[in-house]
């Protein structure tokens, strides 16, 4: 099961309301301005634009603010470690900043269903904090060759359709052995890594290339513009260029 939003807020604090800080669901701190610093009993960290703090439930943090700092809250549930509890890093600055940028578009766009575009954002920076990290997740695969052999597969197949019942089939198991299996080993599902990797493919293409929405759909293995068009706004809650267009804006 995915991760399931329950809260999202923007928020503006020059002190923390309570600097001795318990919570009963976890939730992820993304900085976007300003700085501040915590502790969760393995050493005080600082925390500033860019990065982010997974507060674990019922886990205590001391923690008090630098400089005034602008933050977005997302509160969830998962039935997996998503994040560990402390400092997350993300490699990929540009693409943060961009997701912070579309969040705050999503918060005034009166045309928009807002908490539906936040959880779609919040599932890409899940997406992109596991992408990032594929080298963990490729090394936890490595104790299972059948789905180390699995994501080798995927990764030079991207750019086709791929048939996870025939992906089943060469690695010699049912479908359902196959998920299970794939889902142990990499903390998610079959469905939701390849989609994964080609929505990150497809913004990456959007916002670093001119190419045109047609020949990105075929590079990330679509079978037409019109279904990578469905896709992409289904995650995103906007269409491949509207989306090109907020970012060369957030850019500017």
């Known amino acids: 099961m995915e991760p399931v939003l329950l809260v999202c807020k923007a928020l503006h604090r ?34 500033g634009p860019g990065e982010a703090v997974n507060f674990k439930k019922n886990i205590t943090y001391h923690r008090h603010i630098l400089q ?34 579309l969040l ?3 918060d005034s766009a009166v045309q928009l269903d807002t908490f539906a575009c936040q959880r779609a954002l919040f599932a890409d ?27 080798a597969y995927i990764h030079s197949h991207l750019h086709e359709k791929i048939n996870l019942a025939q992906l089943s089939s060469r690695c010699f198991l049912s479908y359902v052995q196959f998920s299970r299996r794939f889902k142990q080993a990499t903390g998610t599902t079959p469905q939701n890594y390849i989609a ?6 497809a913004q990456l293409l959007l916002s670093d290339t ?43």
């Open 125 to 151: 920076i899940v997406n992109q904090y596991r992408l990032e990290n594929a080298a963990v997740l490729e090394e936890n695969s490595q104790k299972d060759p059948v789905v180390s052999e699995a994501i």
């Open 210 to 252: 001119d190419l045109s929405i047609k020949q990105i759909a075929r590079d990330c293995g679509f079978g037409s513009e019109y279904y990578f068009s469905n896709f992409f706004r289904s995650h995103c809650l906007l269409s491949p260029s509207r989306y090109r267009a907020m970012i060369q804006a957030a850019e500017d």
């Open 196 to 201: 994964g990797l080609r929505l990150k493919k």
């Open 104 to 106: 705050h578009i999503c």
């Open 14 to 47: 020059d002190t923390f309301d309570n600097e001795v800080f318990t919570g009963q669901d976890d939730i992820l701190a993304v900085v976007e301005k300003g700085s501040f610093v915590f502790d969760n009993g393995s050493g005080e960290q600082q925390v």
């Open 68 to 101: 005034p700092a602008d933050l977005y809250l997302f509160r969830y549930r998962a039935e997996v470690d998503l994040f560990g509890s402390g400092k997350v890093l993300f490699r990929d600055h540009e693409r943060i900043r961009s997701t912070l940028a």
